[in-house]
Nanobody, 123 residues
Framework: VQLQASGGGLVQTGGSLRLSCAASGRAFSNYAMGWFRQAPGKEREFVAGTSGSGLTTYYADSVKGRFTISRDNAKNTVYLQMNSLKPEDTAVYFC?????????????????WGQGTLVTVSS
């Protein structure tokens, strides 16, 4: 599985961005998908995840109520809608795929990673 993330950019505090992650290969619904982020000098952290069907989602407390993860299995794409952005959301955002449809938050459980897209939120 190859993943291509896009949609990052520079936005002001309170603004919105939508990240996309396109996956190659078949049977996209067999993979749980997650979004992670890594800020300068910090470890990579879980942001949001969705099960293979898209019926189960989970969010980090820091983004709950502001971010929404969704997926379109017909298009092999997962999205992260980010609203009410804050400067502390500034990071490189990565999408990842797990070879199991059950969603999990542990970074080490994900098998495939995209290249990352930079999100910068100015104050």
């Amino acid at each position: 599985v190859q993943l291509q993330a896009s949609g990052g950019g520079l936005v002001q505090t309170g603004g919105s961005l939508r990240l996309s992650c396109a996956a190659s290969g078949r049977a996209f619904s067999n993979y749980a998908m997650g979004w992670f982020r890594q800020a300068p000098g910090k470890e990579r952290e879980f942001v949001a995840g969705t099960s293979g069907s898209g019926l189960t989602t989970y969010y980090a407390d820091s983004v709950k109520g502001r971010f929404t993860i969704s997926r379109d299995n017909a298009k092999n794409t997962v999205y992260l809608q980010m609203n009410s952005l804050k400067p502390e959301d500034t990071a490189v955002y990565f999408c990842a795929a797990r070879s199991n449809p059950l969603m999990i938050i542990r970074t080490e459980e994900y098998d495939y990673w995209g290249q990352g897209t930079l999100v910068t939120v100015s104050s």
